[in-house]
Antibody, heavy 124, light 107 residues
Framework: QVQLQQSGPGLVKPSQTLSLTCGIS??????????WNWIRQSPSRGLEWLGR?????????DYAVSVKSRITINPDTSKNQFSLQVNSVTPEDTAVYYC??????????????WGQGTLVTVSS | DIQMTQSPSSQSASVGDRVTITCRAS??????LNWYQQKPGKAPKLLIY???SLQSGVPSSFSGSGSGTDFTLTISSLQPEDFATYFCQQSYSVPFTFGPGTKVDIK
């Protein structure tokens, strides 16, 4: 049973950096059959996929174009976790942020495990 | 990016009703379509993957169908715990995208 535990501050000032961490139990961030994602949800934007990191002989990242210039997702193999950083935040980055695992089978993939969610408010 | 639409945006129903939710993709996505249920204050929960495969532990009252651009989630007999918001999501290509959701509430 995979469990994802999120941590990080719920309040960030405009222009600063949003940082969240997702701890993994029951799987490995280095797994060759999973990918580790960040997704956010807000009333204005709905569910928005932000990006992923995954290991297939080497590490790969993919990011949504809407945040690509401001986002970094990094694995931490020593702690079996992965992190999200979003730079230069504005109030439009206010949302509930989720980490989620993607599993793969038969050419398809899906989000089968989710963190508990973190409400991040961007405000001074 | 592949755009996902859902209809209806909300639906009022009674316990025991059959509920059908439709999801449409802006281009063909084969069977790369997943369905999630979300309750207030909780993370989405996977119900159906690859258009029609039932996730382990999900009641058999839930079923999915479709391929290409048009997909359906059906709840055969609505139970009190099924009142929630339902989202479709395409996993055909990055960026993964979600539908806007269908809220099922009590009539």
């Amino acid at each position: 049973q995979v469990q994802l535990q999120q941590s990080g501050p719920g309040l960030v000032k405009p222009s600063q950096t949003l940082s969240l961490t997702c701890g993994i139990s029951g799987d490995s961030v280095s797994s060759n059959s999973a990918a580790w994602n960040w997704i956010r949800q807000s009333p204005s934007r709905g569910l928005e996929w932000l990006g992923r990191t995954y290991h297939r002989s080497k590490w790969y990242n993919d990011y949504a174009v809407s945040v690509k210039s401001r986002i970094t997702i990094n694995p931490d193999t020593s702690k079996n976790q992965f992190s999200l950083q979003v730079n230069s935040v504005t109030p439009e980055d206010t949302a509930v942020y989720y980490c989620a695992r993607v599993s793969y089978r038969g050419g398809n993939n899906w989000f089968d495990s989710w963190g508990q969610g973190t409400l991040v408010t961007v405000s001074s | 990016d592949i755009q996902m639409t859902q209809s209806p945006s909300s639906q009022s129903a009674s316990v025991g009703d059959r509920v059908t939710i439709t999801c449409r993709a802006s281009q063909s996505i084969s069977n790369s379509l997943n369905w999630y249920q979300q309750k207030p204050g909780k993370a989405p929960k996977l119900l159906i993957y690859a258009a029609s495969s039932l996730q382990s532990g999900v009641p058999s009252s839930f079923s999915g169908s479709g391929s290409g651009t048009d997909f359906t989630l059906t709840i055969s007999s609505l139970q009190p715990e099924d009142f929630a918001t339902y989202f479709c999501q395409q996993s055909y290509s990055v960026p993964f995208t979600f539908g806007p959701g269908t809220k099922v509430d009590i009539k």
